[in-house]
C-alpha cells in the first residue's frame, strides 16, 4: 500500500512538473515565427522520464491529464485537439521502441518528437480540410528531431541521476 501511495505522489510531481513545463513554454517567444507550432516540447522531459521509471500506462497518464489541464488553462479545444493527436500518435510509437528494448532514451525521444508532429499535421489536415498543410512537415520534422534529441538527453540525465524506485 506505502508503494502504490508513493507511486501516486511521485506521478503527482511528475504531472505538476510537466505543467510548470508547459507554462514556461507558453511563455518563450516562437522558436522560428514562420511556422506556427513549433515549440521545444519541455514538458516532454517529463513523459520521457516516466515512460522510463514507471512504464507505459504511467507515461500516459501524466501525458493526458497534463494535455488537459494545459488545454484549460492555455489552450482552447483546437489546441487540446492538435495535442492529442499529437501526444497519441507519439506516446504509441515511443512506446513500442521503448519495449523493444532496441533503442537508447535519445532516439526514442526524437521518434516521439517527430511523431507528434505528424500527429498535428494530420489533425489539422482533418480539421481544415486541406492537405496542403503537410508541408509544414518539412520544417517540423527538423525540429521535431532537434527538439526530441535535447528532450532525450535532458530526460536519459534525469533517468540516469533521479534514483526513484517504479514500484
Known amino acids: 500500500m506505502k508503494r ?6 511521485l506521478l503527482g510531481l511528475c ?9 514556461v513554454e ?13 515549440k521545444l516540447g519541455l514538458p516532454n522531459i517529463v513523459i ?5 521509471k514507471f512504464g507505459i500506462s504511467s507515461a500516459a497518464t501524466v501525458s493526458f491529464i497534463r494535455l488537459i489541464a494545459v488545454s484549460i488553462l492555455f489552450g482552447n479545444f ?3 485537439a492538435y495535442s492529442v493527436a499529437g ?16 533503442f537508447s532514451t535519445v ?28 508541408y509544414y512537415l518539412i520544417v517540423l520534422s527538423v525540429t521535431g528531431i532537434i527538439s526530441g534529441a535535447l528532450v532525450g538527453l535532458c530526460g536519459a540525465l534525469a533517468i540516469n541521476r533521479l534514483d526513484i524506485n517504479n514500484s
Open 107 to 134: 532516439a526514442v525521444s526524437v521518434v516521439g518528437g517527430v511523431l507528434h508532429n505528424v500527429g498535428q499535421v494530420l489533425m489539422a489536415i482533418i480539421l481544415l480540410d486541406t492537405v496542403e498543410i503537410g
Open 26 to 38: 507558453v511563455l518563450l517567444p516562437p522558436v522560428f515565427a514562420a511556422v506556427p507550432g513549433i
Open 87 to 102: 501526444a497519441l500518435l507519439s506516446l504509441l510509437f515511443m512506446s513500442i521502441l521503448f519495449k523493444l528494448d532496441l
Open 48 to 52: 520521457i522520464f516516466v515512460l522510463y
Open 15 to 23: 504531472t505538476a512538473l510537466a505543467l510548470i513545463l508547459a507554462y
Open 4 to 9: 502504490s501511495a508513493n507511486k501516486v505522489a
Open 78 to 80: 483546437m489546441a487540446f
